[in-house]
């Protein structure tokens, strides 16, 4: 678990300016949404908190420490995407245990912490399948048990759910609500759905062209939202 605090987060891509000030606090053990319309700066600000992408000017630190200059695999964060991303060639137990070959961890510890993994997410069936041999939703369950198995910190989910049809991504919510449940662990999910951010979240922040428009609880966002871009982005269907 660990508290993670963005302080003034600025990201510019030549002259683009596309974060403009982020000021956070994700404390230990909170499951924060990021909502915000297509382009204003979610999968920016995901890509700097795990490392991949530099801050312009800005401090970020998780437990107190100042992160800016640690390295991805040294932050203790694991990030899951919307595509999947599985190496097609591995089966489903060489796919999650892969970033674990790399980091050095023995083929014990491997197998344990996979067969674990598995196991809560209900596709210890398919340890020795290929991926192309998945439904779409076990696919997304090997990319979350993926990063399960890395122990992280920290969790970051980029729209996880939007390339899955309606009725898998209720199913899958309820998986995630069920990894918030039984991990505790600190967990910022990024999303263009309310509904996945009303239900799932303790906390919301609604982004808007780099810029954080209101922070706040579900219900607060909804019955109190600072303007018309938050009332319409929360209180309007998808
Ligand atoms: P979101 O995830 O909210 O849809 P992004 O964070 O992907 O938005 O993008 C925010 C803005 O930054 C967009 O205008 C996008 O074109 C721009 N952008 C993102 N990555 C890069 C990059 N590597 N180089 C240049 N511009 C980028
Ligand atoms: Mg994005």
Redesign the pocket.
Known sequence: MAKLELKNIR?S??S?E?LKGIDLTVEDGEFVA?V????????????LICGL?EITSGQMAIDGELVNDVPPAKRGIAMVFQSYALYPHMTVAENMGYALRLAGISKEEIAARVAKAAQKLRIDPYLERKPRQLSGGQRQRVAIGRAIVREPRIFLF??PLSNLDAALRVEMRIEIARMKETLGTTMVY?T?DQIEAMTLADKIVV?NA?RVEQIGSPLNLYNKPVNRFVAGFIGSPK
């Open positions: 990201k891509f030549g683009a596309v990021f915000g319309p297509s382009g204003c700066g979610k999968s920016t600000l995901l890509r992408d980029d729209e990024v263009h982004l780099g």
